[in-house]
């Protein structure tokens, strides 16, 4: 469980998000009261979990979602004392349960309850894959051998995704499991196209992102949407400033790929 200061900053980084994304005072102390009550106590994937939730139930559109997502990312990397205070009359809603007086908030819908449940690891992959990270040396090797038939967008992002890839596997196998709920966690409130990437990307994780197993997609967008979910799957794991620096640093070390000439990865940021 979060210690009282954990707990105090979290909300005030949920405060500060709510507040400059919605202009209705009630929006903000009724999102509030449902992130305390249903996700202040996660141990993970909070961020991207509360998101998902805001999202679809005011009816965001990808770039708002993808707006309120970064203003949660960018709260966490500030100091408690630079975020705002959270008002004491919305207090009472956060102290739920602990015999104080409660703004009345009501009972969260049953699928997104259900939906709070750990999910199952990712199934192991078939024989012919590579069941454990390699090292960053074989794992470039696979990339590159991988990129031959591939056109240049698709090339560019393969070199980035494994750059980043790098990073978040060896994290990810620290906690049996956390990849899989991660992936899928991500996938909340998407609709449409988007959630047809984010299927792909499941598949994609259940392989341990062999680049060779890259779902055939090569739209510009699509593969934005990738790269978009994997720094998202970072700020998870890693947290929203190294995440940060990991995008910003694959897309610097692919900008002297021959197929940066033709497609700049600067397109997929």
């Given at each position: 469980?979060?210690?009282?200061?954990?707990?105090?900053?979290?909300?005030?980084?949920?405060?500060?998000?709510?507040?400059?994304?919605?202009?209705?005072?009630?929006?903000?102390?009724?999102?509030?009261?449902?992130?305390?009550?249903?996700?202040?106590?996660?141990?993970?994937?909070?961020?991207?979990?509360?998101?998902?939730?805001?999202?679809?139930?005011?009816?965001?559109?990808?770039?708002?979602?993808?707006?309120?997502?970064?203003?949660?990312?960018?709260?966490?990397?500030?100091?408690?004392?630079?975020?705002?205070?959270?008002?004491?009359?919305?207090?009472?809603?956060?102290?739920?349960?602990?015999?104080?007086?409660?703004?009345?908030?009501?009972?969260?819908?049953?699928?997104?309850?259900?939906?709070?449940?750990?999910?199952?690891?990712?199934?192991?992959?078939?024989?012919?894959?590579?069941?454990?990270?390699?090292?960053?040396?074989?794992?470039?090797?696979?990339?590159?051998?991988?990129?031959?038939?591939?056109?240049?967008?698709?090339?560019?992002?393969?070199?980035?995704a494994a750059h980043m890839l790098d990073s978040i596997?060896?994290?990810?196998?620290?906690?049996?499991?956390?990849?899989?709920?991660?992936?899928?966690?991500?996938?909340?409130?998407?609709?449409?196209?988007?959630?047809?990437?984010?299927?792909?990307?499941?598949?994609?994780?259940?392989?341990?992102?062999?680049?060779?197993?890259?779902?055939?997609?090569?739209?510009?967008?699509?593969?934005?949407?990738?790269?978009?979910?994997?720094?998202?799957?970072?700020?998870?794991?890693?947290?929203?400033?190294?995440?940060?620096?990991?995008?910003?640093?694959?897309?610097?070390?692919?900008?002297?790929?021959?197929?940066?000439?033709?497609?700049?990865?600067?397109?997929?940021?």
């Amino acid at each position: 469980m979060q210690n009282t200061m954990g707990l105090n900053f979290r909300r005030r980084v949920i405060y500060q998000a709510l507040r400059e994304t919605f202009s209705n005072d009630a929006d903000v102390r009724r999102f509030f009261a449902l992130w305390h009550r249903d996700h202040s106590q996660e141990a993970h994937f909070v961020v991207t979990r509360f998101a998902a939730v805001v999202s679809k139930e005011a009816a965001f559109d990808s770039e708002r979602r993808s707006l309120f997502q970064r203003r949660l990312f960018h709260g966490l990397t500030q100091t408690y004392e630079s975020l705002p205070r959270v008002p004491d009359e919305m207090m009472p809603a956060a102290h739920q349960g602990a015999g104080r007086p409660a703004v009345p908030v009501a009972p969260a819908p049953a699928p997104r309850a259900a939906a709070a449940a750990p999910l199952p690891a990712p199934p192991s992959p078939p024989p012919s894959s590579v069941a454990v990270h390699p090292a960053a040396e074989a794992f470039a090797a696979r990339t590159v051998a991988a990129q031959i038939a591939d056109p240049p967008e698709r090339a560019v992002f393969k070199a980035m995704a494994a750059h980043m890839l790098d990073s978040i596997l060896p994290k990810a196998d620290r906690q049996p499991g956390v990849l899989g709920q991660a992936v899928a966690d991500l996938g909340r409130g998407l609709k449409g196209r988007e959630q047809a990437v984010h299927q792909a990307f499941v598949q994609w994780s259940a392989t341990r992102f062999d680049p060779g197993a890259l779902p055939p997609l090569r739209a510009e967008e699509e593969l934005r949407q990738l790269i978009h979910l994997l720094y998202l799957l970072a700020a998870d794991l890693l947290g929203p400033a190294q995440a940060d620096r990991l995008l910003g640093q694959a897309a610097s070390a692919c900008e002297s790929l021959p197929d940066a000439r033709v497609f700049s990865p600067q397109q997929l940021l």
